[in-house]
């Protein structure tokens, strides 16, 4: 004779005796909303995007016909295209190498050298700018890098007026003024990127145990053939998982191409372009699987050099 | 090249020299120290490490035996005193200018190098043509009995395999002084038995002077010529196996290494009759009858607990209800005619030159 509340008892502890005999079961039930979410929605609307980089523009009527077309890719090669894809492409190399450059030394400090509040205090202070609205960023650094803004009086003051001018006045980098030259398209991008760059590295040289290095010291190592040789292909996958960040923000933004910097598209004004002033949604979309490629390309390449040997 | 006088029995003991045999001194400290803060990682240390000998740093953790090695091989700079590397000064001498390799304790292998590379590494990096370095590296795999691993990776080795080749890639270097930080630490008892036995054959055959960390006594006692004991940052002793055993100078020395009976204060009085502290190892106690002689001790108590293991048993005997004595006996022992249970009353009793004085009360 039993109750309806020990059925009901002796029910779910059928169920759980169940779900932990067949532990695949209890796997994918816990693991299909995740696994929806990432197979419709993010996957979903990548696949998407690619048919869509597919199908033709009618010039004519400026509507989307659903006919499958190579035209847009053939257009990616342009000179007038193809420029864009370029200039895009040297600017996040730029700026993926800088953040390296600037993010590598902070990283490493925050791992071994700051301890207790020091490393609360670095936590915060990448992340800090990350709060603050990016258009405000973008904006506010438009002002600092304009003629008579402060970048300039700290230059001038320094004595290096004349410096600057000499490196604005020099092709690729230069322009008119910081803040229409790609020199300070650069400055803002690595400033408002610098935080992706640093949180990889971060946790790949966290990973790293530090008898290692105090090993390499030990088999005669100079400090430089440590950090070749020891430090920098283990703290690899982080460079590359922060370049990733870093080249595809730059490959996708609009905003700060438009603010700052000499004129000329970007690939991210392009899309913007394409599918809101032109109604070209497949040209945007061929844009967009630029970016695609090419990191597909990169990560090729690296783990061809043997970037991700230490993971 | 600096040289003191020897008065070190055990030196003799694996080389086959005499006594007060010129030593070269391979390491010196003076009066070395190394503060971190308010806290006294070592105090103090004066040590003179021979060519060619099997020194061993013996110590509880924290005792300064590891803050010693790091700072030989410069990982770490002393807060006061000197260091001497065969007769030159290293103090603020960069690891990598110290002709000293070191084997850690979780042997620091390279892991994106396969352990060939690994082996190669030190000689790499201070440009030994490759064909040279090859041939050297193909060498210390042998020298390791590891030849056909060369082309693997660290982490498909096993401990003991990688304990082999974190040794290979020191030794390839020809350090004249190589370190050694628990390296048989990670190991299970078995392997770190046999790994004793060829790291001292291999020392002996290379000639090498090895510095050698271990919290294990019996590690230390079985390998070394000599042994420095730690304690809390500070030397107690330094001798040789058989002394240090036979006869520790300070109780935690008696403690420390091996199993001992430490009395001190009142009762020490009150047993031997004479204002010193003593020791007395467990295996000089025997059970007894009758009334002493004036070379023995004889006192009464009851025995408590009886342990069992194998070759020997230990049977605790406690002394007028306070002090515990340990007494081991062969578990096959015929001296014995008839041995006690515990619960029994009995008379144990020991020579008085078995005895260590440990200072006075």
């Keep these: 004779m039993t109750t309806p509340v020990k059925s009901h008892i002796a029910l779910r502890r059928n169920i759980s005796s169940f779900l932990y005999r067949r532990s695949t079961v209890y796997l994918l039930l816990l693991l299909l909303p995740p696994l929806l979410w990432f197979g419709i929605v993010y996957l979903g609307s990548l696949l998407a995007l690619l048919v869509q980089s597919g199908y033709t523009f009618d010039d004519f009527s400026m509507t989307v016909l659903p006919v499958f077309t190579w035209k847009n890719y053939q257009n990616l090669l342009l000179a007038a295209n193809f420029d864009i894809v370029l200039r895009t492409f040297a600017m996040a190399t730029a700026v993926s190498l800088f953040c390296a450059c600037l993010g590598f030394p902070i990283a490493y400090y925050m791992v071994r050298y700051a301890g207790g509040w020091q490393r609360g205090f670095f936590y915060i202070a990448v992340l800090l700018p990350m709060w603050a609205s990016y258009i405000v960023k973008v904006y506010s650094w438009t002002v600092i890098l304009a003629k008579g803004g402060i970048a300039y009086w700290f230059i001038n003051q320094a004595g290096l007026g004349h410096a600057l001018e000499s490196l604005l006045a020099l092709p690729f980098i230069g322009g008119n003024t910081l803040s229409t030259s790609h020199l300070g398209r650069l400055l803002v991008f ?27 010291a030990d088999l005669g190592a100079r ?44 690939i991210g004004t392009m899309v913007y372009t394409q599918q809101g002033a032109i109604g070209n949604m497949p040209m945007a979309a061929a844009f967009t699987v630029v970016p695609i490629v090419v990191i597909g390309l990169y990560l090729t390449f690296a783990k061809r050099m043997g970037a991700f040997d230490a993971l | 090249m600096r040289a003191v006088q020897s008065l070190d029995p055990g030196l003799h003991r694996h080389h086959g020299r005499p006594l007060n045999v010129e030593m070269v001194v391979a390491v010196e400290l003076n009066t070395v120290s190394r503060f971190y803060g308010e806290v006294r990682a070592l105090d103090h240390i004066s040590a003179t490490i021979g060519e060619g000998e099997f020194f061993s740093m013996l110590g509880p953790s924290g005792s300064g035996k590891t803050t010693c090695l790091r700072l030989i091989a410069g990982f770490e700079q002393p807060t006061t005193g000197s260091i001497l590397i065969h007769g030159k000064d290293a103090t603020g001498v960069p690891p990598y200018e110290r002709d000293v390799n070191t084997v850690f304790q979780d042997y620091a292998l390279f892991p994106h190098m396969t352990n060939l590379e690994n082996i190669e590494y030190g000689l790499k990096v201070k440009g030994v043509a490759k064909t040279e370095r090859k041939q050297r590296a193909q060498e210390a795999l042998a020298m390791v009995a590891l030849p056909d691993l060369g082309k693997r990776k660290p982490w498909q080795l096993s401990g003991g395999q990688r304990q082999r080749i974190a040794l290979a890639r020191a030794l390839v270097n020809r350090p004249r002084v190589l370190l050694l930080d628990e390296p048989l630490g990670a190991l299970d008892l078995k392997l770190r038995e046999q790994m004793q036995v060829e790291l001292k054959a291999l020392q002996r055959k290379l000639g090498i002077t090895f510095i050698y960390v271990t919290h294990d006594q019996g590690e230390a006692l079985s390998m070394s010529d000599r ?31 091996g199993t001992s009976n430490v009395v001190e204060g009142r009762p020490a009085l009150d047993i031997s009759g004479q204002p010193h502290s ?59 005619d008839i041995l006690p249970r515990v619960g029994d009353e009995v008379m144990i009793g020991w020579s008085r030159r078995a005895m260590v004085h440990l200072g006075d009360l």
């Excluded at chain 2, 023995?296 to 342990?307: A, E, K, N, P």
């Design chain 2, 227 to 257: 042994v420095a004991v730690f304690n809390a940052g500070r030397l107690e002793q330094i001798d040789t196996p058989q002394n240090l055993y036979m006869r520790p100078s300070t109780v935690f020395v008696a403690n420390f290494v």
């Design chain 1, 190 to 216: 690595s400033y408002v990127w610098l935080p992706f760059m640093i949180l990889p590295i971060q946790s790949s040289i966290e990973r790293i145990n530090p008898n290692l290095l105090t090993a390499s």
């Design chain 1, 223 to 266: 400090p430089g053939q440590t950090f070749r040789t020891i430090l920098l292909p283990l703290a690899m996958p982080g460079v590359v998982a922060g370049s990733i960040f870093t080249f595809c923000l730059t490959f996708g933004d609009y905003i700060i191409p438009t603010l700052v910097g000499p004129s000329g598209f970007f």
């Design chain 2, 278 to 336: 003593f020791s007395i190892r467990p295996e000089h106690i025997s059970f007894v009858q009758g009334p002493p002689t004036p070379e023995t001790i004889h006192i009464s108590g009851r025995l408590v607990d009886i342990q069992y293991y194998g070759a020997h048993s230990r049977y605790e005997v406690e002394i007028a209800g306070s002090l515990l004595f340990s007494v081991q006996l062969a578990s096959e022992s015929s001296a014995q």
